[in-house]
């Protein structure tokens, strides 16, 4: 079974220790999907499977096969890389591309309704977008440059305008 | 990592591929541990295409299949209004992209957070390598035991999930070649003893299929709080997931459980009995909980845990009891 | 340190036998601090689209022709020596191609020691790499396994089988402080300064505090992964890094290889995070020495653990801060000592005391740092070293005299602000720290602040206000490089091989090309990032911009001269001299007679030329010598501490600096939030732990070491006073750094102005509450 990588089949490597992250990176050449820690633990490495974001660094090439894969080339262009420059919403720019993939599977998951550690009432049927809201769901990518509040902003600008 | 093999289970039958394979769910854990050298798996069993059905059963529950990703449970409207004790603890757990990875099962089998039991390569570890000794002993226990530690082990399950379980009186439903059976999610974990290595009471070759929930009296006036070392994405120092019905303002039942301090998610039984039956003021909370963690043991370095889960639990409590059930 | 100090010190030597032409410590102000157009301006990062849409260069997106990968094998003892080592097996292993030990790899020197001045040099160690079989600290690397792919190199390295003989390790901070070492110097200045009778001006004071503050080990955790690519073609060497010492490194790679200079060549365009931690270390000469052996290019990128094991952080430290001051609270005695890690093998003395000395008046000062030696990875310096635990010490200190004394702590240190450097008695260049304090607190609400502690509640929580100040010296390098080439077509290039990391660099460059050329923004591209180019210092020590600008200055000037050569006696301009026209408006203009002209375009077009091309240096940093130059801050926080669970959530922070002229105030917006969320980090989640029992670093990982996640950090304002400094070019000052300091003590001191709790040991975890 293949995988689609941005729309492509793709064949899985023979090698089942290959993980999705390298298998972009290093078979695909899909470097837009960044190796930030390979524990789980930053984010940098954050894809689409089946329009649900996940960590590429923990999943197997192999268990993608028959699955749709999003990166951030298959995203571009996206509201939400504009909206990230011209509010700063980065510096060194290595985190940037899984914060947008994290962003743009986020706004979707707050307008389908699904509620955050920080909401209120969780048998609401809506949830709010709200920067606590923003930066709880956020919180599974990390940036060490100090980005946040421009991150958050950006994602604020595109959710409220509708944009995406 | 060593080399290894992959292939997708088609039905629980075909779910029990021989001791030296794994089943692997999300892999959040696993791969991770595969990766720092302290899981060996001879081959991967993919067994996130079997159930991930969450349904309601006949008697008011909640059946949740082993293949159910931690996001599709925390966000299913039924968990939501039923069990938001259950919602809550999951959303607390992780990070989004790995609740949405994540499945039921794989929550429930994951390995502890002691960093000398993920140190493969430079620190013993008696549940790694049993007989080896424990480095965490003496070294940095911050988030290790208070309740029901060995002298051979004292780390501690690091779910969020478990723990709303527990106090939910989950039941863990499982098939092994024999058969199925059923496990209450109390009995699932054995505490670390002479053999830390032995974590559960599942069979090696057994798998989970769901877990099942009980019709819940406690929707209304249940919470889940999680205390971590950062506002997010942390794994909990101390948990708390209770919920709580009054009758005439005296406790008709009381459900305590927490996180981050045993090798099992700890259901507080002795505070629910104490509580039971009284007027849930906070000095009659206090004393409970107190009575629970009279059979504490804390460790050089974790002993503020016995004031946090007090001080929480109180909170917790109180504060369910101004709630209307 | 006397090495570090005499090459500052002779540097600085050389340069004053120069000729100074700018900047002048009697001279005037650079010209464009009054002509700002698009510097000024919140440009977004030019480079911002590449970096959103993924297709920024970073170091292990690289492939070359036959690349293959290599994993590192790290020590899991303190001290001792390889007794055996048995590559058998992962030589056998699929697609191994090498495996590297002390045995094999190729016999080489010590690494040259970096320093701010040193372009040949970029190392944080002076142990030997693999030269022998003595471990000399836990995680350092002991073997590397290169093989066709990563799985297949990072599964080989699990079958090289070494014992070890292990020998009695100093890991134990408390038992070592007993042999600390007492350098002569801290950088560049004198480590012990004594003025007055410190000691007893505190015993007799009117009001006195005298406390011991700790602080643990951070890392820098950039969230790159460091990396490294190198390919041997003969003797010359291609490497593809991830660094902020790009010349330094490219020098030392050709010194311990013994290959000529310009045959190493270094590309780091874009690196991933920096903060200090990306310097050289051993995975580079490890990589370059296995593409020898291996005859095929390698790819190491460290792992998360690998970072930990084998880059230092900043060093843990214990300051003792005591301060004695008069009725009114004015400083009679300032004394702060302490002592923090730093191996025989290392160079980084984390100055903790250099911003002290700057900060306030005092009738008396007693200032000394100790260093204690243990078997450790070398510390280096991070982000602001020093002044971020140095101002975590001093303004607790100041916030506790101040409630000893019963008096508001912005207005008690308002009192003993210096007007000129307290120590030296040299003049500031500027220095609005006054304005910077008064401005802040009115912009945050400073007057809301309860004085009695533990008074404000809300529900569960307890709500408190905090200040705290933060410093950082100016400095500018010698030896910043630009080449400046103006084409036919009316654009400009600007090149060098400085980094770009997250600053802006590329952004900021071009707008101030475009001011200090008289052209548009959009005529303007910035090239960087690799040592082809000319050569540029490292990035460090907030300096790179001011070091840039006045290497663009000083090019700029020399194409003046040369475009007022080429334009002939048919120019406008013709007959002026140099000093009677400057760069503006697409052309040479006369000063004199802004009506009197000649274009760019017409001036390369008469002259038949596509472009003109020159190169020159900035001057050198006379100004460092006679002013005293520092960026000061007001931090204000506000937080909310959980009575139940000693939770702290900082509900905002505000910045208020004084850095002289903001270049790009949204870049520069993000570098100084950026800063104080590094101190946000350090304050409340941060630390490296260190075993002490083993002296292995136990949470080597983004899960268990913890930085500031999205919801840990609030809305952060950042405001400044924008007064130029007339001594530095563009009269900008560097603001990499300066956000960092003073906001750990404005978390602490609004902690103990919520809870009454003083706490003296970072980070301020819960437990320390409850």
Known sequence: ?164 | MNPVQYRRAESVEDAFPGAQWRLLGGGTNLVDLMRKGVEHPAGLLDVTGLSEEIAASDDGGLVIGAAARNSAVAAHPLVRRRYPMLARAILAGASAQIRNMATVGGNLMQRTRCAYFADAAGSRCNKRAPGSGCDAIGGFTRYHAIFGASPECVATHPSDMAVALAALDARVNVAGPGGTRTIPLAEFYRLPGDRPDLETTLGADEIIVSVAMPASPFAGASAYRKVRDRASYAFALVSVAAGVTLRDGVVDDVRIALGGVAARPWRALRAEETLRGTRPTDEAIDAAITAELASAEPLPGNEFKIELVRRTTVAVLSELRGTPA | MSRVQNAAISSVRTVLGWVPDRWLPSGSPDPLIARQQEIGRPTSRVDGPLKASGRAPFVTETVLAGQTYATLIHSTITRGRILRLDSTAAEAAPGVLLVMTYRNMPRLGIVPMASLTNLGAAGNSALPIMQDPEVRYNGQVVAAVVAETQEQADHAATLVEIDYAQEPAATRFEDAKAGARTLTSILIERNHVSVGDAERELRSAVHAVDNVYRTPRHNHNAIELHGVVAAWDGDALLVHDSTQAIVPTANALASLFGVAKEKVRVISPYVGGGFGGKMMWDHQVVTVAAARLAGRPVRLRLTREGVYRIIGGRSPAEQRVAIGADADGRFAAMIHTGYSVMPPYGRFPEQYTLGTRAAYRSKSFEIIQRHVDLDIVPNTFMRTPGETIGAFAVESAVDELAHVMDLDPVELRLRNLPDRHPLSGQPFSQHAVHQAWTDGAERFGWSRRQAKPGTVRDGEWLTGLGCGAGSFPYARMPGANVRLTLRRDGSAEVSTAAHEMGMGTATVQAQHAADRLGLPLEQITVTLGDSALVAAPIAGGSSQTVSLVAGLSAAADDLRDELLRLAGPDSPIAGLKAAEVRLADGGLVSVADPARHDGYREILARAGRDEVTVTAAGSPPLEMLKYSMHSSSAIFCELRVSAVTGEVRVDRLLGSFDCGTILNPKTAAGQLRGGMIMGLGSALTEETLFDERTGRIMNPSLADYHIPAHLDVPPIEVMWTGIPDPRTPMGARGIGELGTPGVAAAIANAVFNATGKRVRELPITLDKLL
Do not use: W
């Not at chain 1, 028959?66 to 262009?77: M, N, S, W, Y």
């Open chain 1, 1 to 164: 079974m293949d995988i689609t990588v941005n729309g492509t089949a793709v064949a899985p490597p023979d090698d089942a220790r290959v993980s999705l992250l390298d298998m972009l990176r290093d078979h695909l050449h899909l470097t837009g999907t960044k190796v930030g820690c390979n524990q789980g633990a930053c984010g940098a490495c954050t894809v689409l499977i089946d329009g649900r974001r996940v960590l590429s660094c923990l999943t197997l090439a192999a268990q993608a096969a028959g699955r749709e894969v999003t990166t951030i080339e298959g995203l571009d262009p996206h509201p939400l890389q504009a909206a990230f420059v011209e509010r700063d919403g980065l510096q060194c720019g290595y985190c940037t591309p899984g914060q947008i993939c994290a962003a743009a599977a986020m706004i979707d998951e707050v307008r389908a309704g699904v509620p955050s550690y920080v909401t209120a009432d969780l048998s609401a049927e809506s949830v709010p977008f709200s920067r606590d809201e923003v930066r709880e769901r956020m919180s599974g990518n990390l940036c060490r440059c100090g980005a946040h509040n421009g991150i958050v902003d950006a994602i604020l600008e595109v959710a409220d305008g509708s944009t995406v």
